[in-house]
């Protein structure tokens, strides 16, 4: 009796060791998928989140780009403003040259400092125009024009068409890092990768180049070169007993503008308005130019001021006071502008071709971010079929608050771009996911 209890007792010890057996395989089995699901998880987040710091990064690129196109207007502007000052240089040496008016008239109505201005344009002309100055600052114009065409927009087009591909190209590259035994050429075969709520194709829009404008025209004031050059001088004496509250003066005109049509111009002029008088019109200003320019970028384009188109070049043969009123509308009594200068500026004038404000990308007010979801679907080793859901988002933030403490929308002319997960699957369930979190 004793020997076969002694028998039993083994049997059951058998199958007791056989059923710890199948237990720990069974634990060592949910270990091992637990392993590969907190793997793929892992590997899925990590490619979600490189597609949303790629988006971030493409966002934060195109803001740098349209920046820097903003830039290339600026310098526009300034290249434009000093050809213009260099053709006016030129003009003024001419007329110093003829001796009309001569230095010493400028220097005894208006004093020395304008006379010495006056006489230096000879050595201004002859370090920019001999030396091909002008011609170099025309090509530097057209250089920054053509970053528009060659540069900007054909980015902006392939940001605007490829990014999708370009995030899946390194979501996969990701993936193939977290999977390095899977053969780089059956990885797509072997897992499916899926994107959600993919928001990309609406959510940027081409605005039109004349949308600039007044921006830039802001970002003028901060620049003393570009600013309005319009000065007038008056000298002391009373020249003339009929009108006594009149003098001689002496007109600076300038001003660099962008125009309606999103093309740069400038002009310049200065003239000697001589008070005169007669018993006919009275007391009358004869005007004397002593410089000019006008560069627009267009032929057609007219300037500020009252031109005509075949101004004589000079007052021998006829009266300036009657040739104006049989010609023009000048006013030639109360006026303030120098139009026997632009006139001659006109009909001297540099055109410099410009091709006007490109088209730029900006994004749409809602959604605030451009955020998307994942999902990865493969065949494990032990024969389950593994799912893992992502999500992540590029969303716009400062980072310091702005002076006057507004707000900033999310937009393509700030590189404040940035990534994070988001797990929207997570948040529904728990009431804190809503559909604009």
Known sequence: MRASQQGQVLVLGLLFALLLGLVLQRFFYVGQVNQQVVRQRHAL????YSGALLQAQVLNYTAYMQRAYIGHQLAMAHLITMASWAHFAGTEAVRVGLRNPPVSVIGMMFGPEHAIAYQSSTLAAGSTQEAGFYRALGRAFAQHDHFAQQVMSPSLLQIRQQLPLWREQVMWQVLQDNYPEFDPNQLKQQMQLHIYDESWDGYTVWEPGLSLRPWLQELMKHYAFLQPRNHTIKNTWVVDPRCPHKRHELRRRGQTQLDEKGLWHAEDTQSYHALRSNRWIGCYHREYPMGWAWLPSHAQKTSATEVIDDPPEDFSQQDFWRWVEQNTNWNIFSGNSNPLAASWAKKDQKTWQGRGLAAWLRVQEKPSSL???????????????????????????????????KKEKSNLLHAFWQARLQHRHWLTPLGIGGKDE
């Open 371 to 405: 955020a998307f979801s994942t999902e990865l679907i493969w065949q494990s080793p032990y024969g389950v079929t593994m799912s893992s859901r992502s999500g992540a988002e590029s969303y716009f933030v400062r980072p310091h608050p702005r002076q006057d403490r």
């Open 45 to 48: 987040d990590a490619a979600t």
